[in-house]
């Protein structure tokens, strides 16, 4: 079941990346919808998100992985269908709601699953299995998309809409093939939202991790929309549409070349710190594309955006099982997708900075957006303090127990 889900990420990212990530760049430069406007369709995808995504694993909890992964699979595939008929700015706007809708039911309950059905030794392997196979599919879905015309036309959708539909249909055959394996929290003792919203907010390790990785989500958000946009824009850079398929390309294949080696030298630490430091690298990362005046600085700054990329999301689902309770991980899971907050500010305030000087400065664009992202690490260092004490105090509980059991 897990390497169906692996599989089905690699694949599903493979044609989402040929598509979404060109979005922006269709809107402005086909479409001649203003930055702004564009900031905010492409934004209503991470808001739409955010306001669903603690219900999502919540509910998972509540009735099982299966029929919510099923039901979000296939909308997903309709919402791909959608975009590729869309022809007015309005019809973007709601299909891009819904594609927030259902990422963000289907992905909470489909790493909950992951986190049931893998033995705890061997999660940390499994989930950066995951994040591999996203960023396998990212490596060749701006190519691609390049290629099939993504930034002049929405045909690329359809291919994304038939893609999941075919993932749903894996996911039906292997749900009838592991029934006994995937019984979840469907009981009298399921939690109720009430119930789980307390629990997620009085967490003291949860809620800084939660505040802190907005403003890294945020710092992020701002690759595939903020600089995206700006490269269209900026008169500094000539054909900034393909410079930016080639980005997305490099990000997601020095992903692949890091991963194992930044992994295996983090797990020795506790899983705070490398999202404190992945948060760092980001906000570096977009000052130097700010700084940049040619192709050299922006792939410099690619490189150090996506080694904080892996520092940040390698080690986000491990520590997400690692603090939430058995019985709470699909609602711990969807809760830290309000984190996506930043995603919905960083088109936003993006578009409005580009409106303003991506004609005149990209240090007046970016430098601004690298001091919000750090805003992050202040949370972020308190949940690592509230973390070792807490892994301090259990082990020292531990060995109390067992010299009174001798």
């Known amino acids: ?54 219900y999502g694993g919540y509910i998972s909890d509540r009735i099982g992985r299966k029929k919510v992964m099923l039901v979000s699979v296939f ?24 594609n927030g809708l259902c990422r963000s039911v289907f992905e909470p309950a489909s790493r909950a699953l992951l986190s049931d059905t893998t033995p705890p030794e061997r999660k940390l392997l499994v989930f950066n299995l995951r994040y591999a196979a996203i960023n396998i599919g990212v490596v060749f879905g701006p190519i691609l998309g390049l290629r099939l015309g993504s930034a002049q036309s929405t045909a690329p959708f359809a291919v994304a809409g038939v893609v999941y539909i075919l993932y749903g249909l894996v996911l039906v055959a292997q749900f ?13 003792a399921a939690p109720k939202i009430r119930e789980a919203f307390a629990v997620t907010g009085r967490d003291r390790i949860f809620l800084p991790v939660l505040i802190g990785t907005t403003f890294c989500v945020m710092g992020y958000g701002h690759f595939s929309s903020t600089l995206a946009q700006y490269l269209t824009l900026t008169p500094r850079i000539a054909n900034g549409r393909e410079l930016f398929s080639y980005m997305l390309a490099m990000n ?57 990329e892996v520092l940040m999301f390698t080690m986000m689902d491990v520590l997400i099982d690692r603090i939430a309770p058995e019985a709470w991980k699909g609602t711990y899971f969807g809760t830290i997708g309000f984190n996506n907050l930043g995603s919905v500010a960083a088109p936003v305030v993006g578009g409005l900075l580009l409106d303003r000087f991506a004609l005149q400065s990209g240090f007046a664009v970016f430098a601004p957006l690298a001091l919000i992202t750090l805003c992050g690490l202040p949370f972020l260092l308190a949940a690592h303090r509230r973390l070792t004490h807490r892994e301090r105090a259990e082990g020292a509980a531990a060995v109390q127990a067992a010299k009174n059991v001798l």
């Open 75 to 98: 909308c997903w595939a309709a919402v791909f269908f959608g975009f590729a008929a869309a022809s007015e700015i309005w019809m973007f706007f709601v299909v891009n709601v819904l």
């Open 176 to 188: 009838a093939a592991h029934r006994s394996v995937l019984q979840t929290a469907k009981n009298a």
């Open 252 to 308: 997601a294949a020095v992903v692949l070349i890091v991963q194992y080696p930044v992994v295996k030298t983090v797990s020795r630490f506790r899983p705070v710190v490398p999202l404190i430091l992945g948060c760092a690298l980001v906000s570096v990362s977009l000052l130097l594309f700010g700084l940049a005046q040619g192709i050299a600085m922006f792939l410099v700054g690619v490189f150090i955006f996506t080694v904080g």
């Open 1 to 54: 079941m897990a390497w169906t889900i692996i599989v089905g990420t690699m694949f599903g990212r493979l044609v989402t990346s040929m598509s979404i990530p060109f979005l922006a760049i269709y809107l402005t430069g086909t479409l001649g919808v203003s930055s702004v406007q564009t900031g905010l369709i492409v934004a209503a995808s991470s808001l739409a998100g955010v306001s669903i995504s603690f």
